[in-house]
């Protein structure tokens, strides 16, 4: 398989008076136009793992990796504003609450042909019309009105749809998805996701899928890593996640309660601190 | 819906009505309302202050060796002899048609020193305010993008020391360099002594005044008069703002949307100011509003210092003369201004944030 994006020994740290806090722990991992799932509880450095990819990782933090190639070119060599052609247009992202991830202040409109123009030097008229087909290719019935709403008319499923048009509309090859269904209601959760793995499809992207949801990740997902304490712990196709080894991704899954074998008491993670000791799993293919 | 067995000339006049107009009507007259109670609430108050004061207003005027008859006439005159309800009546009465009464200690309407005194601060509040806004903005706004580096402890060193300098202190020394020893600017008054009184006072704003008459000659003096105690209170509102907007803006850049700005590509410049200080607008005015309002009630200490006679100097003075037409008519114009810069923050807020609709 093709691969869009290689990353070796990634690592996020955050220096304080105490001493360094690191957040990633030398992560390696490669993507190809394939969905791959990151789970792990809160904390693990799923997120920062994604935003490290786009240099997005805020002072003080910092982000050290052997490489982190797209296309073969290490992004740590660019300059911040070459960075700024990478983000967006090559890399792009969703995150998880539209509420609080588009601005309240701006028509949805005028941020998703933002985000148009920012990468294609088109008129007004060119993006707008290009942002209404967008808006129709994430299944939004009235775009006209939904161009002119304010992102507080919207529901959360809406949204969603909306950030993952204004991220998708300067044709990016690799999309994160950071928890995009975390905010959402159960009912339409289902709903976004095929969305945005149709759209993902269609274009031939990768996509990185950060989320805590097991199930969720082994459905929709191909390859999976699981992270704990900013390590992989363990990598595996995403249809054999419940066969999985180590004993933290066991653990996980056991403590999910589950309909066909019902039990009184769900079983609690036990934790062993060797875990977050012995070295990241190579997630490259 | 409901209008569709209406002739097809008669709905749209009344879809336009009932959609644009009737709403918009809505709004103008809730905000007149709202100001009338306001303001009827702050007159009560005037009204109470000027009954419970321990001075006589009939005294103030004949004088202690008054004869019974000529204090019984003045009283009646005064209308003192009148129930208290039909007295607060005539006061409503009095100043909605400008009339504050006669200050006791020019025997001049108090409505006329008012439009005297008034547009002079208003001149230094306006200029005072701006310049607190185009340099207390950016700064805050600089200090918030660049927290905890050396331009932020600069940004708070130049706040901190606007907040804890007297002002009478700073003008002294302003006056003492820029005047007397550089002579950059005009010394105390609102302009040089040989330009008093040369151009027609339309507006009451001299450096208006000025324009309208174009003599630059006033313009250049009036206006190098108002630079040094305009810049100090300038400094005084850019120490309070760039604080507040350094705070604001603190908040909205560590917001999801920042994130997202960055993520679709954008400059940093862009992220701040098209994202992040679209948001803070709407708190902005109300720190802006408060200030302003704090300028037009008059800066006595700064008035006093540059000879500037503005309302604050002039309600002092009335004050301690126990000059009351005065004071309370100088009250209430500064309510009024207080209501009227609300209603107007009001209106801008409706205007930059639309979940305010």
Not at chain 1, 19 to 39: K, M, N, P
Not at chain 2, 122 to 136: F, K, M, N, P, Q
Not at chain 2, 188 to 197: A, T
Request: aromatic letters at 8%.
């Amino acid at each position: 398989m093709e691969t869009l994006l290689d990353v070796e020994n990634l690592w996020v740290k955050f220096p304080s008076r105490q001493g360094v806090f690191d957040a990633v722990r030398g992560v390696s991992f490669t993507l190809g136009r394939e969905r791959l799932g990151i789970v792990g509880e809160s904390g693990s450095g799923k997120s920062m793992t994604g935003r490290a990819i786009l240099r997005l990782i805020r002072k003080p933090g910092i982000v050290e990796a052997d490489h982190i190639k797209l296309d073969g070119v290490d992004l740590l060599t660019k300059t911040e504003k070459e960075m700024r052609a990478v983000r967006g247009q090559r890399i792009s992202m969703v995150m998880q609450d539209p509420k609080f991830s588009l601005n309240p202040v701006m028509t949805i409109g005028s941020q998703i042909i933002e985000a148009y123009r920012l990468h294609n030097s088109a008129s007004k008229a060119d993006a707008y019309r290009k942002s209404l087909e967008m808006l129709e290719a994430v299944s939004i019935n009235d775009p006209e009105r939904v161009m002119r709403a304010y992102p507080h008319e919207m529901s959360g499923g809406m949204g969603q749809r909306i950030m993952i048009a204004m991220m998708l509309i300067p044709n990016p090859e690799i999309l994160i998805a950071d928890e995009p269904t975390s905010a959402l209601d159960v009912s339409v959760q289902r709903q976004v996701l095929d969305i945005m793995d149709k759209l993902v499809k269609e274009r031939g992207m990768g996509l990185i899928f950060i989320s805590h949801d097991l199930n969720l990740v082994a459905d929709f997902c191909d390859r999976v890593l699981i992270m704990y304490a900013g390590r992989v712990v363990e990598v595996c196709e995403a249809d054999k996640l419940h066969d999985a080894k180590h004993p933290y991704t066991r653990g996980l899954l056991n403590s999910l309660p589950r309909l066909d074998q019902p039990s009184k008491r769900l079983e609690v993670l036990q934790r062993d601190p060797e875990w977050s000791q012995t070295p990241s799993v190579s997630g490259r293919i | 819906m409901a209008l569709t067995n209406e002739s097809n000339e008669e709905r749209p006049m009344r879809a336009l009505f009932i959609d644009r107009i009737w709403p918009t009507l809505k709004v103008v007259i809730s905000t007149i309302g709202s100001i009338a109670v306001t303001m009827l609430g702050l007159l009560f108050i005037t009204f109470i202050i000027g009954r419970v004061m321990p001075i006589d207003p009939v005294l103030a005027i004949v004088g202690e060796r008054a004869s019974q008859a000529q204090y019984d006439e003045v009283y009646q005159q005064l209308g003192l002899d009148r129930p208290v309800i039909v007295q607060f009546l005539f006061y409503i009465w009095d100043v909605l048609h400008l009339d504050f009464g006669i200050s006791v200690l020019n025997a001049r309407p108090v409505s006329e020193d008012i439009a005297r005194v008034f547009p002079a601060t208003l001149e230094l509040a306006t200029i005072g305010i701006i310049i607190g806004i185009v340099t207390g903005v950016p700064l805050g706004v600089l200090a918030a993008v660049n927290k905890g580096t050396w331009i932020d402890q600069i940004a708070r060193l130049v706040a901190l020391i606007g907040y804890s300098m007297p002002i009478f202190w700073l003008g002294l020394i302003g006056l003492l360099v820029f005047y007397g020893i550089l002579g950059w600017v005009g010394g105390p008054g609102r302009v040089g002594i040989f330009y008093v009184d040369v151009v027609p006072s339309v507006t009451g704003l001299i450096l208006v005044d000025a324009l309208l008459d174009g003599n630059w000659d006033v313009f250049k003096s009036a206006f190098s008069h108002i630079v040094l105690p305009a810049s100090l209170l300038g400094y005084y509102s850019l120490a309070y703002i760039s604080r507040m907007t350094r705070s604001f803006m603190l908040e909205q850049l560590s917001a999801e949307y920042v994130t997202t700005a960055r993520v679709k590509g954008m400059s940093e410049w862009n992220v701040v100011w098209k994202h992040a200080f679209k948001n803070i607008r709407v708190q902005l005015i109300t720190v802006i509003a408060l200030s302003y309002a704090g300028l037009l009630e008059g800066s006595v200490l700064t008035e006093i210092i540059f000879s500037w006679p503005g309302i604050g100097s002039y309600i002092t003075t009335a004050l301690l003369s126990a000059d009351m037409n005065a004071v309370l008519g100088g009250t209430v114009v500064v309510g009024l201004i207080f209501i009227l810069l609300n209603v107007l923050s009001d209106m801008l807020y409706k205007i930059f944030d639309p979940r305010a609709k």
